[in-house]
């Protein structure tokens, strides 16, 4: 069974509620299908009525809990919450109901509230525009300073990491994270590991460096980050910095980084900067013919996942599946 089978498998047993806040998208439709069909989750989706009853198909009409956010019951509601929790931020009554008919805003509500457990959305929205009201109201994890991107990655006839399974990080969102904020992505990176595989992350803090084999201030910024997420986390398996090699490859991590927890046996990947992590989840996924899932949020205290524009409806379907186990 593959790692994003063995998801779906734990969405399907938690029975979890998704809200799709564009719900009457096309792809986002046919993807609702497979879901309510494969009994990933429960579906709250979003958006203008008329055009839900026109485009949707039976059985996702029957299948899901639509609320069009113009008209809904408990549109003034959550206005009133949300009021209440921007209020110190400047935000007016009159804002917040202006807010709340945003798909997005009125989507993060639901979740903050607690009914419904995640939201995925990014199909017709950029990136900022489905975090923004996450980061808002949701806020990031207790313990965690940012959210971050990563990609679950599976590697075919593999031996390394968990059976080929990784954890690549941070690929989408920081392009340059301090000492600090990369603490924190491999803390936070390990957490999605556990959850999402439910095996023991082994976090390699990555650089060109091994164990002060070159000496520069980029591999100073790893040095320090190690030594901040050991502080954060000191019962997570983790160890920097290390070149790939000295991360994958036992025999070379024996020479390189003797002793080392982590060498040769690394299945969660913490690259320096988004430069060198979006490289390498688009090398190992076509050279090596690697299944590449994401990019998943991390970080945020309830689930809020972002697709890309040119996603799939598959796409969105794996994006719930990962939301409902994150909220697990």
């Known amino acids: 069974m593959s790692v994003l089978e063995s998801i779906k498998e734990k969405a399907k047993a938690s029975k ?3 809200v799709l806040a564009e719900g009457t998208e096309k792809r986002t439709l046919k993807a609702a299908e497979s879901i309510l069909k494969e009994g990933i989750a429960e579906l709250i989706m979003l ?27 408990d549109t003034e509601r959550l206005a009133q919450e949300l009021y209440e929790l921007r209020k110190n931020k400047g935000v007016t009554i009159e804002k917040a109901r202006q807010l709340v008919l945003d798909p997005l805003y009125y989507g993060v509500m639901l979740v903050k509230m607690g009914q419904a457990d995640g939201m995925v959305a990014g199909a ?14 949701i806020k990031t994890a207790p313990g965690i300073a940012l959210v971050s991107g990563c990609f679950l990655m599976e590697v075919p006839n593999s031996s390394y990491g968990h059976d080929g399974v990784f954890i690549f ?34 976090v ?21 980050a190690t030594q901040i997420a050991k502080q954060l986390a000191p019962d997570i398996a983790l160890d920097g910095e290390l ?14 980084a003797p002793g080392s927890p982590v060498g040769g046996k690394a299945n969660v990947l913490i690259f320096p900067d988004l430069q060198a992590g979006n490289i390498g989840y688009k090398l190992v996924e076509r ?4 299944t590449a899932v994401g990019p998943i949020c991390q970080g945020i205290a309830k689930p809020v996942n972002d697709l890309s524009r040119g996603c799939k409806p598959e796409d969105i379907v794996d994006a719930v599946a990962i939301t409902a186990v994150q909220s697990m």
């Open 287 to 290: 050279l090596a013919g690697a």
């Open 16 to 18: 979890r509620c998704i």
């Open 124 to 137: 017709i929205h950029s990136t900022p525009d489905v975090l923004r009201p996450a980061l808002q109201i």
């Open 204 to 224: 390699a803090m990555l650089s060109f460096s091994t164990k002060g084999s070159a000496q520069h201030e980029l591999v100073d910024k790893v040095v320090q």
């Open 169 to 202: 990080a941070d690929c989408g969102v920081n392009p340059n994270p301090n000492a600090e904020e990369l603490a924190h992505i491999a803390v936070t990176s390990a957490n999605t590991f556990k959850n999402l595989v439910g095996a023991e992350p082994r």
């Open 47 to 73: 958006g203008d009525e008329d055009e839900f009853k026109k485009s949707a198909p039976s059985s996702v009409l029957d299948g899901v809990t639509f609320r069009d956010p113009s008209n809904s019951p």
């Open 243 to 256: 070149q790939v090699d000295a991360a994958l490859v036992e025999s070379v991590a024996e020479l390189k």
